[in-house]
C-alpha cells in the first residue's frame, strides 16, 4: 500500500530496529538502512515485513522485503533473501516498529491545523455552510458542498461534484467524484485495534487510510474507521443507510445496498451487487462473495460464496432458515 | 397527503408528462392539465396515481385520479374514469414524475437559507443556546428551547414548549407541542430510498415530511427519516430512546415505548401502547398491532396481532420462544 | 451514593412530605426533618429510603433510614427504627420525593450556563479546538485536550491527560486521567426512565453521574446515560468501540473490551476482563460475571457466571451454540 497521507520517519538503520526489539544484532551482518513497513506482498528490498499466521504461509514464500518479523515456528517459509527477526508477538513488534515509521498514525487526538474555510483558498471554491473547518493537507474538486459544522480535518481529498452534510468529521480519507455523506458521521479515525495489556491497553499505529469511491452514498450518522495496515474501502455505487459502522481494514464491493444500523467487523471483505439488511452484523476476517443478499437482523459469521442469500444468527441458506422457522 | 412543505411546480400537460415517460400520446384523446401526483386513495380528478401491486386492487378500484401509472396486467382493475399510463416500471416512472412535480424533493444537500437566530425574529422568543442556525419557512413556538450547534433548516413547524437538545438536526418535519428531541439527532432527511442500478443508483423522491406529535421524546443520536409519498409518524406520547433508526414512511402509534437501537424498515406501522426492547430490528411493510411487546433483540419480519407478546429472530410468541429456549 | 453535582434542596418536614404523598400525619408522632432520599443501604438517621421488592429483603432488614417508602406487604421486613409509608406505586412516589429533593436532576434541557472556552480560565490552561463551550461547575486537568464544537455542560470533572474529540457533549460526569473520548459522543443525559402514563409520560430524576474511570476509551457516536438513583461507571481500561449504548445504572469493570454497536440495558451489572462481540446485546438488571466472553450479535438475557463463554440469542454456553448450529 502506497500511504498518501502519514509521513514516513524513515530509514532507520536494521541495528536500531533490532536493539528496539531486544533482538540480538549478531543475527545480522551488515547495518542497512530500512526504508519503510509494509505487508507480506507490498513490501520490497531494503524494507521490514512480518509473518505471524499459516494463513499467509505463500505470500511469505513469495516476499521481497530484507527482513521479516516472525515467529521460530514460522521463520522456514521465508525465502533465503528475508532475514526472519524472531520475536515472542508479531503483532505487538510490527505495532512497535510501525509507530517508530509512522508516529503520527498513533494520535487520533482532534485536528489542530483546521481553520475556518473562510480564511482558506477554498472560500472561492466551495459551496460551505457555517463554521466549516478544513485542516492542513486537504484538496477539494469542483462544484462540492460542506454542510454547517462539518470538519475536514488533515489529510483528506475530494473529489468533484460531492455533497458532504453537516456536522460530520473526516480524516485521512480519500473521496471520490459524486459521493455524498450525510449527516452526523465520522469517517476516517482510526479502528478498534490494540493490545489488551492489564491497566493500560497499548494502541497499535493505523496507517491505513479510507477510500470512498465515485457515487457512493454515506448515510447519516454512520463510521467508517480507516485501516490499520491495509485501507478500508467502499466501492463504486455502494449506497449505506444511516447508522452503519465499518471497521477497519474492510472492503465493501462496488453497486452494494447495506440497509440501516449494519456493523461490518475488522478486515472483513464483501463483495460486489451485495445486499445486506438492516442490523445484520458481519463478523471480521471473513469473505462475503458477489451478488449475496443477507437477511435483515442476520449474524454471518463465516464465509458466504458468491450468488447466495443467506438469513439467520448464525446465518444459513435463506431456505433452510425459513423451513427451520417455520 | 397534503405536503406542507415542498412546492408543487405544476400543473403539466398530460401530453409533456407522456412524452417523458416514452408513451405515445395518441392513447390520450385531450391534452388536459395535470395538477398533481398522488397515491390511489387521496388523489383526484386532473390528478395522475399509480397502481404497482395487486396488493392495491381495492384502491386502484376506487381512486378518482384521472390517470394512473400502471401495467399490462393490472390496468384492468381502474375504474373506467381513470386512464391507464402503461410502463415497463411503475415506481420508476413514478419517482420521474414527481422529480418533474417536486424538483426540491430530491436533493438532500445542507439548507443554505440558514442563519444565525441571533440575526432572526426568534431571538427574542426562543430560548437558544450558541451557534443556533434557522432556515428559512420555520415556526416556533411559544416557551421552546434549542442546544447548541443545532441546525433547524427550512420547512420546519415546532409546537409550544419544546425543548431541542443540542448538535441536533431537523428539516421538512412538523412537531407538536412538548416535544422534546435530545441530542444528536437527525430529523427529517430522505429515507434510503433509490432505483439500484448499475454505476450509478437514481434516488427517488421523498415528498413526505417527518411529523412527530404532542408530548412525544426522541432519545441521542436518534435519525428519522422523511417519508417518500407519505408520511412518517411518530404519534403522541410516544418516547424512542437513544440511537434508533426510523425510517421513511413508518408510523408508530401513541403512549409507545422503544427502547435504544432499535430500527424500524420503511413503510411499517407500528400500532398504539406498544413496548419494544431494546436492539430489536423490525422489517418494512410489516403491520405490529396494538398492546404489542417485542421482546429485546428480536426480529420481527412478519405482522403481529394486537395483544400478543413476541420475541426471536423471527420473532414469534414469547412463551413459544421460552419453551424452546429452555 | 454521595453526590457531587445536583444541590440537595432539603431538608424538609416529614409531614410535607406525607402531604406530598397523600398519607395520613397520624401515622407520625413528630413532624422532624428529612435530609435526604437514599436506597436501601447508604440512607441513615433522618433520611428516607425505599422498598418496592421482596429481591432487596435483606436490604431492608438492615436500612438505617428513620422511613421507608414501601406496600403494605413489604413493611414487615423493615427493622423498627424504619417507620414505614404505604403507598401504592413505590417507584412513582420515590419520584416524586426525589424530585423535591433534587429539582435539578429532572430536566435535561440544553446548558445555558456554558461560555465559549475562550471567554473563561480554562483558555491558558487546556488545549483545545474552534467552539468549544464550557459550563459551570467543571474541572479539567492537565494536559488535556478538547476538540472542535464539544460541549462540556456543567457538572464535569476531568482529570489529567484526558483527550475529548469533536462534536462531543458531556454533563454530570467524572472522568478520570488518561481517558479518550472520541467524536460525536453524549455523556451524562437522563436514562430512560419515566412511568408509562396515557397522554403524558412522567420522566423520574436521574439523580446518578457516570464515573469513567483512568485510561477507557470511549468511541465515536457513543451514548452513555447517567443513573437514576445510583452511578454509571465503567471501570479503568476498558475499551467502548464506535456506536455503543450504555444506559443507566450500568456498571462496568476494568480491563473490559466491547466491540461497536453494542447496547447494555439498565441496571446491568458487567464483570471485569470481559470481552463483548459487536452488536451484542445485554438485558437490563442481570450480571455477567468476571473474564466472561460474548459472541457478536449474541442477546444476553440471564445471569452469566465467572469465566463462561457464551454466543446466541438466548445466548449460551458457545460450545452449545456451535454444536446446535453445525
Given at each position: 500500500?502506497?500511504?498518501?497521507?502519514?509521513?514516513?520517519?524513515?530509514?532507520?538503520?536494521?541495528?536500531?530496529?533490532?536493539?528496539?526489539?531486544?533482538?540480538?544484532?549478531?543475527?545480522?551482518?551488515?547495518?542497512?538502512?530500512?526504508?519503510d513497513i509494509k505487508d507480506l506482498s507490498s513490501s520490497n528490498n531494503s524494507e521490514i515485513t512480518f509473518?505471524?499466521?499459516?494463513?499467509?504461509?505463500?505470500?511469505?514464500?513469495?516476499?521481497?522485503?530484507?527482513?521479516?518479523i516472525t515467529t521460530e515456528s514460522l521463520k522456514n517459509e521465508l525465502p533465503t533473501s528475508c532475514i526472519?527477526?524472531?520475536?515472542?508477538?508479531?503483532?505487538?513488534?510490527?505495532?512497535?516498529?510501525?509507530?517508530?515509521?509512522?508516529?503520527?498514525?498513533?494520535?487520533?487526538?482532534?485536528?489542530?491545523?483546521?481553520?475556518?474555510?473562510?480564511?482558506?483558498?477554498?472560500?472561492?471554491?466551495?459551496?460551505?455552510?457555517?463554521?466549516?473547518?478544513?485542516?492542513?493537507?486537504?484538496?477539494?474538486?469542483?462544484?462540492?458542498?460542506?454542510?454547517?459544522?462539518?470538519?475536514?480535518?488533515?489529510?483528506?481529498?475530494?473529489?468533484?461534484?460531492?455533497?458532504?452534510?453537516?456536522?460530520?468529521?473526516?480524516?485521512?480519507?480519500?473521496?471520490?467524484?459524486?459521493?455524498?455523506?450525510?449527516?452526523?458521521?465520522?469517517?476516517?479515525?482510526?479502528?478498534?485495534?490494540?493490545?489488551?495489556?492489564?491497566?493500560?491497553?497499548?494502541?497499535?499505529?493505523?496507517?491505513?487510510?479510507?477510500?470512498?469511491?465515485?457515487?457512493?452514498?454515506?448515510?447519516?450518522?454512520?463510521?467508517?474507521?480507516?485501516?490499520?495496515m491495509s485501507n478500508t474501502v467502499i466501492c463504486k455505487n455502494t449506497y449505506l443507510d444511516n447508522q452503519?459502522?465499518?471497521?477497519?481494514?474492510?472492503?465493501?464491493?462496488?453497486?452494494?445496498?447495506?440497509?440501516?444500523?449494519?456493523?461490518?467487523?475488522?478486515?472483513?471483505?464483501?463483495?460486489?451487487?451485495?445486499?445486506?439488511?438492516?442490523?445484520?452484523?458481519?463478523?471480521?476476517?471473513?469473505?462475503?462473495?458477489?451478488?449475496?443478499?443477507?437477511?435483515?437482523?442476520?449474524?454471518?459469521?463465516?464465509?458466504?460464496?458468491?450468488?447466495?442469500?443467506?438469513?439467520?444468527?448464525?446465518?444459513?441458506?435463506?431456505?433452510?432458515?425459513?423451513?427451520?422457522?417455520?
Amino acid at each position: 500500500m502506497s500511504n498518501p497521507f502519514f509521513k514516513n520517519r524513515g530509514p532507520f538503520l536494521i541495528f536500531d530496529i533490532l536493539n528496539f526489539l531486544k533482538i540480538n544484532t549478531s543475527s545480522v551482518s551488515t547495518n542497512v538502512e530500512i526504508k519503510d513497513i509494509k505487508d507480506l506482498s507490498s513490501s520490497n528490498n531494503s524494507e521490514i515485513t512480518f509473518f505471524h499466521s499459516k494463513k499467509y504461509k505463500e505470500l511469505a514464500q513469495k516476499t521481497k522485503a530484507s527482513f521479516c518479523i516472525t515467529t521460530e515456528s514460522l521463520k522456514n517459509e521465508l525465502p533465503t533473501s528475508c532475514i526472519p527477526l524472531i520475536v515472542d508477538n508479531v503483532l505487538l513488534s510490527v505495532s512497535k516498529i510501525t509507530s517508530i515509521f509512522y508516529p503520527d498514525s498513533v494520535k487520533d487526538d482532534f485536528d489542530d491545523s483546521v481553520n475556518n474555510i473562510n480564511e482558506t483558498n477554498f472560500k472561492d471554491k466551495v459551496f460551505y455552510g457555517k463554521n466549516v473547518l478544513i485542516g492542513k493537507n486537504v484538496s477539494i474538486g469542483k462544484n462540492c458542498k460542506i454542510g454547517h459544522n462539518t470538519i475536514i480535518e488533515k489529510n483528506v481529498i475530494i473529489g468533484d461534484n460531492c455533497s458532504i452534510g453537516s456536522n460530520t468529521i473526516i480524516r485521512n480519507s480519500l473521496i471520490s467524484n459524486n459521493v455524498k455523506v450525510l449527516d452526523n458521521c465520522v469517517i476516517g479515525k482510526h479502528g478498534f485495534g490494540f493490545f489488551p495489556n492489564k491497566n493500560n491497553n497499548l494502541r497499535y499505529p493505523h496507517i491505513g487510510i479510507v477510500i470512498i469511491e465515485e457515487n457512493c452514498e454515506i448515510g447519516c450518522g454512520s463510521t467508517i474507521d480507516r485501516g490499520s495496515m491495509s485501507n478500508t474501502v467502499i466501492c463504486k455505487n455502494t449506497y449505506l443507510d444511516n447508522q452503519i459502522h465499518i471497521a477497519h481494514n474492510v472492503k465493501i464491493g462496488e453497486n452494494s445496498i447495506i440497509a440501516g444500523q449494519v456493523g461490518i467487523a475488522g478486515s472483513t471483505i464483501i463483495g460486489s451487487n451485495v445486499k445486506i439488511g438492516g442490523q445484520a452484523g458481519i463478523s471480521g476476517h471473513i469473505k462475503v462473495g458477489n451478488n449475496v443478499e443477507i437477511g435483515g437482523g442476520s449474524g454471518v459469521i463465516k464465509n458466504i460464496p458468491d450468488n447466495t442469500k443467506v438469513m439467520g444468527y448464525p446465518a444459513k441458506n435463506i431456505r433452510e432458515f425459513l423451513r427451520d422457522n417455520k
